[in-house]
């Protein structure tokens, strides 16, 4: 259980950069590459005008790779902002263009809600503290 971690704790930014990381990573290659829906495709339309949808998965699985490494090194807050500047890239191309699409298609709203939602999600877990500063950790018993 995170709750019942050591002193040093989990770095709990870190985790959020391999867990996203992984994900993004997977749908770049899974939900983009290999298999792309005809809706999301169609949805994509003023992004796809000018950069492939094969262009898009790739950026998808690099952002995630990139998250994955930074997640992956310790004490360099430096290289975890690259990680969340990846994440949070990506997620917000992906809202920018659903919102883009909405005039044409009102249930991209749906989309550009969740994916706008990651985007900021990610931008605040970026500034958080990590571990917390000691005056408001729990005291360890």
Known sequence: ???????????????VLVVLGL???????????????????ELLAEI???VPMTVLGWL??????VALGAGLVTNCPRVQAAGFAALSAVS??????FVLAIPR???ASG???IWTALAVAVVVV???DDPLPRAIRKRWR
């Open 1 to 15: 259980m995170l709750g019942a971690a050591p002193r040093g704790g989990v770095s709990r930014r870190r985790a």
């Open 23 to 41: 994900g993004w990573a997977g749908y770049g290659a899974l939900g983009i590459l290999a298999n792309p829906r005809a809706g999301t495709s």
């Open 48 to 50: 796809t005008r000018w």
């Open 60 to 65: 998808w699985v690099a952002a995630g790779t």
């Open 92 to 97: 917000g191309l992906w809202a920018a263009a």
């Open 105 to 107: 298609a009102p249930t």
């Open 111 to 113: 989309s550009a809600s």
């Open 126 to 128: 970026s500034g958080m």
